[in-house]
């Protein structure tokens, strides 16, 4: 698994700025995120949608950083599709955006990161009309990330700290698929990055 992920972006943090790592960070998703995962926008303007909607939202910066980053994990792999292998199996995005990040944000931020695909096991479980809003990529992969939860799952996700972010941060990457939803430009978000990657460095 660690031969698919690019170590190049966490290469180019080392000893910089906050507010360099930001603008690294936004340059290579705008660089990798010309391809698609859903079949509806490309990944860029999936997270750049996710993003807008917790800023609408009225989320903070740490949690709409984690909107906006949270399919991170999708741009390391290279995990789109117009690879052949593309949802053959499951290559735990949410875990490697996750661990990649970690050195470098807070956990407000990871934990979103984290557990957004256990956050749609969850609610599929939790609520049974919830897996018909999900696009068809997302249905397909709910399949290989484990389906529905059993009952000692659905407990244990519950016992996350600050499970209730992850479940907020999947609803908003489920909304975020609009075609004609217009997003702000990512250097937007720039300061909620310079912020959090701040907020790390000062724990």
């Known amino acids: 698994m660690d031969n698919l992920i690019d170590p190049n972006l966490a290469n180019s943090f080392k000893n910089k700025s906050p507010e360099r790592k930001a603008i690294l960070l936004t340059d290579y998703m705008v660089k990798n995120g010309i391809t698609y995962y859903d079949e509806s926008v490309t990944q860029l303007e999936h997270a750049l949608q996710a993003g807008n909607l917790a800023r609408n939202a009225g989320a903070d910066a740490f949690l709409t950083s984690a909107a906006l980053l949270h399919d991170i994990g999708h741009f390391l792999l290279d995990e789109h599709?117009?690879?052949?292998?593309?949802?053959?199996?499951?290559?735990n995005h949410e875990v490697v955006g996750a661990n990649y990040l970690s050195p470098f944000l807070p956990e407000k931020v990871i934990i979103p990161i984290r557990f957004h695909v256990p956050?749609?096991?969850?609610?599929c479980t939790t609520d049974n009309s919830y897996h018909e809003t999900l696009s068809d990529a997302s249905k397909k992969s709910f399949q290989l990330q484990g389906g529905k939860m059993s009952s000692d799952e659905v407990k244990k996700f519950e016992r996350i700290p600050d499970f209730e972010t992850a479940l907020q941060v999947r609803r908003w990457d489920d909304l975020a698929k609009d075609t004609d939803l217009v997003s702000n430009n990512i250097s937007d978000f720039i300061g909620d990055l310079t912020l959090v990657f701040e907020a790390a460095i000062n724990m």
């Open 81 to 91: 599709d117009a690879q052949q292998i593309f949802l053959a199996e499951d290559l």
């Open 119 to 123: 956050a749609k096991r969850y609610l």
